[in-house]
T-cell receptor, first 112, second 115 residues
């Protein structure tokens, strides 16, 4: 039973536009959320995270929004660049547990 | 630091054979994780260790799967006997205490194909 769900397997966006990736979770105990980025033939790399005490965290072109009541988070990439083409995984963890639960991933393609 | 190192990068084996995947975590990291990536389920946690001790192996799919961590710098994931449905990319990752909720560092993965 997947506790973290990314319902959009793919997203195509034009260069310079905004990419919005969505993630839903079912476990109300999750209190830390992360986004990972993965290029082909490489392992996932950490992108950005947010604690449940916040509703927004920004790092350059990347912003993560958290809506606890809806058990929903999103990742915004503005502006999208060709190098952003990758698979993005949403992940979550419960306090004092290093175990991460991942979603299935969303493949982003940025068109020139 | 070279990061998390996994070997082999690719493995093709016949059904019924034993497969051993290897991982060297980042020095100083005391948590080690084994994940499996499939198209349908994304990244699934199989097992993780803290200070070389298995903490949670609830993700290990069957008794055919086993993992060991004999010391802080080495871990193995073994499948015996292997089956075609085990074909996937297997990732090892490590993290360190004090980085609660912070990222785990992943290796490049081992792509396993069982024919």
């Amino acid at each position: 039973d997947q506790q973290v769900k990314q319902n959009s397997p793919s997203l195509s966006v034009q260069e310079g536009r905004i990419s919005i990736l969505n993630c839903d979770y079912t476990n109300s105990m999750f209190d830390y959320f992360l986004w990972y980025k993965k290029y082909p033939a490489e392992g996932p790399t950490f992108l950005i995270s947010i604690s449940s005490i916040k509703d927004k965290n920004e790092d350059g072109r990347f912003t993560v929004f958290l809506n606890k009541s809806a058990k929903h988070l999103s990742l915004h990439i503005v502006p999208s660049q060709p190098g952003d083409s990758a698979v993005y995984f949403c992940a979550a963890s419960v306090n004092n547990d290093y175990k991460l639960s991942f979603g299935a991933g969303t493949t982003v393609t940025v068109r020139a | 630091d070279a990061g998390v190192i996994q070997s082999p990068r690719h493995e093709v084996t016949e059904m019924g054979q034993e497969v051993t995947l290897r991982c060297k975590p980042i020095s100083g990291h005391d948590y080690l994780f084994w994940y499996r990536q499939t198209m349908m389920r994304g990244l699934e946690l199989l097992i993780y260790f803290n200070n070389n001790v298995p903490i949670d192996d609830s993700g290990m799919p069957e008794d055919r799967f086993s993992a060991k961590m004999p010391n802080a710098s080495f871990s193995t994931l073994k499948i015996q006997p292997s089956e075609p449905r085990d074909s996937a990319v297997y990732f090892c990752a490590s993290s360190f205490k004090g980085a609660r909720g912070t990222e785990a560092f992943f290796g490049q993965g081992t792509r396993l194909t069982v024919v």
